[in-house]
């Protein structure tokens, strides 16, 4: 069944693309491609020597920022990173939190991700589930090798013999998914853009557009070497030979939209309902782990690149999540795709004519004004950063305090009157998301309903009145994960009802 989400879609928060009052940008650090999608829109680069201090809108930057500039920023202003995520962009933080997952909530939800060891503290761990699977399976096991606090593939090695197992650095060893499904003897992994609005309450969209990253060289386990042939990361395989050749099926170069990816699994007749949620089920789980932990920051929003792999069976594994996924355009599928993620983003950062309103705001009420932070009710009992120096930004700010009678933004007004329906969005086959409704359909009055749907973004969380009201005050992670398996609990019926095409095409594992 297909909805046309469009009357379920979010007003668009666009504002016109040359608007009267600017929305100015901090240029430091940008990204070029954001810089591009900013100019189009009309924003203007801010200005030391012509605007005051206070009046950017937007700070977006690869690297973190520091205390000091989460502190006191004034209603209008952006950044675009939450604090504290290396909980989940880290790899051995990754593998430590959903270890701690896994033991507190059971493994039959945590159970994607390979089970890792960060050595040198976990060697003897380590060597136990080695030799306990050497024993089992003999050697046609597999691990992968990879440092903790490197990227883009480099320092990785795979290997079946733990004799080949050298590094100098921290490094986590995994379970090597050494079954991907193929493309035409290709491997490949998924590169879903997920943007977390908002940690309180935990509020997640996933883009519908992504990225297919495929390896250059024919998969095969006969040659673990060959970094073309085992790793899917575009920085290696643009170096490699073959890849400017046309490949069978997967064309030239090493990249497809998500959009062809689902065309081609509709052309095998496959049904995907079932990967796209757990693949839903995956993100969400992942940022439960950190969520409680991450300090209020109604003023930041994320955008995080998460790599999943499919194995042969269907199944979809979290390889790592990235902070400040790569915006750069090396090739068709790539401009598709980011370039409209990023205005997308910039769509759910939700700038309204409050924000360019910043200095009449300012000095009539002599204090800031929320912006459009109705998500973060102030009573809120979550971690808040401590009080830091101010920055040369923050100098003229004062403390916040929201005037009583405070007139309610009109977008943000028509989506609290929203009616929430019990449901949850996915991909459909046909590039459509579909709306698989759960139980009935309750208003939730009084609670801010985020929008379902900002451009390609839809959201994922919350996906139910339930999950609404556990992640309005303070998290409730045990209800969620309750809903997260009754959710599941749906699908594994689902899966075994024998109309569907996936489980007769590839089994289950
Ligand atoms: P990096 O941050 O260096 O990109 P990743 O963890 O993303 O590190 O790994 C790089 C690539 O290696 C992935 O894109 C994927 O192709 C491959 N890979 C990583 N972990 C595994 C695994 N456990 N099983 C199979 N392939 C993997």
């Known amino acids: 069944m297909i909805f046309n989400l469009e009357e379920d879609s979010a007003p668009s928060s666009t504002l016109p693309n040359h608007p009267k009052g600017a929305l100015y940008f901090l240029s430091w650090f940008c990204p ?14 801010y200005d030391e020597k012509e605007q005051e201090e206070e009046d950017w809108n937007l700070y977006w930057r690869g690297s973190a920022f520091c205390k000091s500039e989460y502190h006191n920023l004034l209603p209008w202003q952006r950044l675009n990173h939450h604090p504290k995520t290396a909980g989940i962009t880290r790899k051995d933080c990754l593998a430590r939190n959903l270890r701690r997952m896994k033991a507190t909530f059971g493994s039959a939800l945590y159970d994607f991700s390979p089970i890792a060891f960060i050595l040198p503290n976990d060697y003897t761990r380590f060597l136990d589930e080695y030799n306990k699977l050497r024993l089992t399976r003999g050697p046609s096991v597999y691990w992968i090798c990879k440092p903790v606090d ?10 079946e013999d733990i004799k080949d197992l050298v590094y100098d650095c921290s490094v986590i060893v995994q379970r090597y998914i050494s079954s991907p499904l193929l493309i035409s003897g290709y491997k490949f992994d998924l590169r879903i853009y997920v943007c977390v609005k908002s940690f309180h309450p935990l509020t997640v969209y996933i883009h519908q557009e992504g990225l297919v990253r495929f390896a250059t060289e024919k998969y095969s386990l006969s040659s673990l070497k060959n970094l073309y042939a085992h790793l899917t990361n575009t920085s290696i395989n643009k170096f490699g ?13 090493c990249k497809w939209t998500l959009s062809k990816f689902r065309h081609f699994l509709h052309s095998q007749d496959i049904n995907q309902l079932l990967l796209w949620q757990r693949i839903n089920n995956i993100v969400t789980l992942t940022l ?49 795709v980011k370039k409209s993620l990023i205005s997308d983003l910039i769509d759910l ?3 309204t004519s409050t924000d360019r309103l910043r200095e009449r705001a300012y000095q009539k009420h002599g204090h800031k004004q929320p912006c459009l932070h109705a998500d973060q009710p102030s009573h809120v009992p979550i971690p808040v950063l401590p009080k830091a120096k101010q920055s040369k930004f923050q100098k003229k700010t004062r403390i916040y305090k929201p005037p009583a009678n405070l007139p309610q933004d009109k977008e943000t007004a028509s989506s ?9 969005l996915i991909h459909s086959g046909s590039h459509r998301p579909v709306i698989i409704p759960l139980e009935g359909t309750t208003a939730v009055n009084g609670q801010h309903v985020p929008p379902l749907r900002v451009g390609d973004f839809i959201r994922t969380f919350p996906f139910n009145t339930a999950t609404l009201e556990a992640s309005q005050h303070k998290l409730d992670v045990k209800i969620i994960i309750q809903e997260l398996h009754k959710l599941t609990a749906q699908l594994a019926d689902w899966r075994t009802d024998p109309e569907n095409k996936w489980h007769q095409s590839y089994g289950e594992s």
């Open 32 to 45: 070029e491609l954001v810089r591009e999608v900013l100019l189009e829109r009309g924003w203007e680069e």
């Open 150 to 159: 490197l990227s883009r593939g480099r320092g990785i090695f795979i290997f």
């Open 241 to 253: 030979p073959f890849y400017k050749t046309q490949k069978e099926r997967v064309g030239q170069g």
């Open 288 to 336: 439960l782990t950190i969520a409680p932990s991450v300090p209020s920051c109604p003023n930041c929003v994320e955008l995080f690149g998460f790599d999943i792999l499919i194995d042969v069976k269907f199944k979809p594994w979290l390889l790592e999540v990235n902070y400040s996924p790569a915006l750069t355009l090396d090739c068709q599928a790539d401009v598709t």
């Open 349 to 351: 950062m939700n700038y």
């Open 416 to 424: 609290h009157s929203r009616i929430i329906k019990k449901c949850c």
